[in-house]
T-cell receptor
Framework: DGGITQSPKYLFRKEGQNVTLSCEQN?????MYWYRQDPGQGLRLIYY???????QKGDIAEGYSVSREKKESFPLTVTSAQKNPTAFYLC??????????????FGDGTRLSIL | KNEVEQSPQNLTAQEGEFITINCSYS?????LHWLQQHPGGGIVSLFM???GKKKHGRLIATINIQEKHSSLHITASHPRDSAVYIC?????????FGQGTRLTINP
């Protein structure tokens, strides 16, 4: 079955460390997204990619980095510059960026905690 | 003020009750999504609509473009409906999300 796989489900990081969250999709979608979810708040867009080897900052990109070397993969690195990284991170994909007629598909998320 | 507001934030009901979750937005949109987030965190898309009403099983979603308001209804609610329901609107290409409504259905 096609879908989005995020790993790991739970991740712990020491202060000052970078950590990379994995997102893989086999839906053949061009567009991929990373969102952050905090308690009581709506999802916020961190980065998005419309096509391989291209990505754009979202609303809260500071302290994060991404790459899009393959269509099916869009890893997110939470750097030590991110001052409050503890959150739930969701990856999503869609057929095209900004499509008005297609839904986004979501992964099961990664919960990142700081030790 | 958030661009997308949901109410209520939390809702607890007994099995079998009719459930309504509301979503109001302040921006122009091309489509509105209702999403369901399970306790484990995964999100599934329930509806995408730009006008009128859609029905899937016991779920019904309506939207009033003039009033900038949408509702999600659940008929004959069941404990397995317990989840967080999220409204998201598509403005200038990107999605803007509400904060979610946590629904708990007790047996």
């Amino acid at each position: 079955d096609g879908g989005i796989t995020q790993s790991p489900k739970y991740l712990f990081r020491k202060e000052g460390q970078n950590v990379t969250l994995s997102c893989e999709q086999n839906l053949n979608h061009d567009a991929m997204y990373w969102y952050r979810q905090d308690p009581g708040q709506g999802l916020r867009l961190i980065y998005y990619s419309q096509i391989v080897n291209d990505f754009q900052k979202g609303d809260i990109a500071e302290g994060y980095s991404v790459s899009r070397e393959k269509k099916e993969s869009f890893p997110l690195t939470v750097t030590s510059a991110q001052k409050n990284p503890t959150a739930f991170y969701l990856c999503a994909s869609s057929i095209v960026w900004g499509s008005h007629n297609q839904p986004q598909h979501f992964g099961d998320g990664t919960r990142l905690s700081i030790l | 003020k958030n661009e997308v507001e949901q109410s209520p934030q939390n809702l607890t009901a007994q099995e079998g009750e009719f459930i309504t979750i509301n979503c109001s937005y302040s921006v122009g949109i091309s489509a509105l999504h209702w999403l369901q987030q399970h306790p484990g965190g995964g999100i599934v898309s329930l509806f995408m609509l730009s006008s009128g009403k859609k029905k899937h099983g016991r779920l019904i979603a309506t939207i009033n473009i003039q009033e900038k308001h949408s509702s999600l209804h659940i008929t004959a609610s069941h404990p397995r409906d317990s989840a967080v329901y999220i409204c998201a609107v598509r403005g200038a290409q990107k999605l803007v999300f509400g904060q979610g409504t946590r629904l708990t259905i007790n047996p």
